[in-house]
Nanobody
Framework: QVQLVESGGGLVQAGGSLKLSCLASGSIFRINAMGWYRQAPGKQRELVARITSDGRFNYGDSVKGRFTNTRRNAKNTVYRQINSLKPEDTGVYSC???????????????WGKGTLVTVSS
């Protein structure tokens, strides 16, 4: 009964920044990794950024060096600060979590419903 709730999407002007957050709640034994994915119009879903429980990062090639400040706190919330936004960053952003809900070997993927980010030029 794990759920992910995203917030922070909306309309922002090109060149601005946006903070997305994702709260994991429910029966959680351990969060192995959490991250953000996006799907732009006419494109398939792609990785934005992902952080593992030991602090290592994976970034999508299209956003390396531009998206910053991915972190996770003790309240099982992951944040992402997105800087220098461009119109092509528009899309539905979804939170993903690799979460063990009942023990060390119960890991599985959970997805939030997604939040729309629109970048105007």
């Amino acid at each position: 009964q794990v759920q992910l709730v995203e917030s922070g999407g909306g309309l922002v002007q090109a060149g601005g920044s946006l903070k997305l957050s994702c709260l994991a709640s429910g029966s959680i034994f351990r969060i192995n990794a959490m991250g953000w994915y996006r799907q732009a119009p006419g494109k398939q879903r792609e990785l934005v950024a992902r952080i593992t429980s030991d602090g290592r990062f994976n970034y999508g090639d299209s956003v390396k060096g531009r998206f910053t400040n991915t972190r996770r706190n003790a309240k099982n919330t992951v944040y992402r600060q997105i800087n220098s936004l461009k119109p092509e960053d528009t899309g539905v952003y979804s939170c993903n979590g690799d979460i063990n809900d009942s023990g060390p070997w119960s890991g599985m993927d959970y997805w939030g419903k997604g939040t729309l980010v629109t970048v105007s030029s």
